[in-house]
């Protein structure tokens, strides 16, 4: 995907190319990430060409695999969000399970 030009196109050059699942505010999450896969046109058109994209049947996944597999992503993007945003409260002194003060007496 042309990250650079949908940005300009979509969100008329606000915002910045992602190469990682969260953003680099989220705690632990400012690391340079490696390999970093450009946008070469191209090379993907060569490849489809080349027929090299062609799954064999003992590689291809069903339908319900892939279901299974993009379901388990989203579980994890929301659970790393949640984590993210527990560690944020965490160190701005407001927990999110922490006990009011009348569940301690």
Known sequence: IDKATFI???FAGLEEPVNQLLPKSAPYCNV???PKWGYDLEKAEL???QGTLQASPSTSL???AV????IAA??????LGLVAKMI???RAGKPMFAQTKTEIS
């Not at 279901?67 to 993009?70: L, P």
């Not at 989203?74 to 659970?79: K, P």
């Open 62 to 64: 069903t339908g319900g």
């Open 67 to 70: 279901a299974g597999i993009v």
């Open 32 to 34: 340079d990430l490696s």
């Open 47 to 49: 490849i489809c060409a």
């Open 88 to 90: 944020q409260r965490e």
């Open 74 to 79: 989203i579980a994890g993007v929301a659970l």
């Open 8 to 10: 300009e196109e979509q």
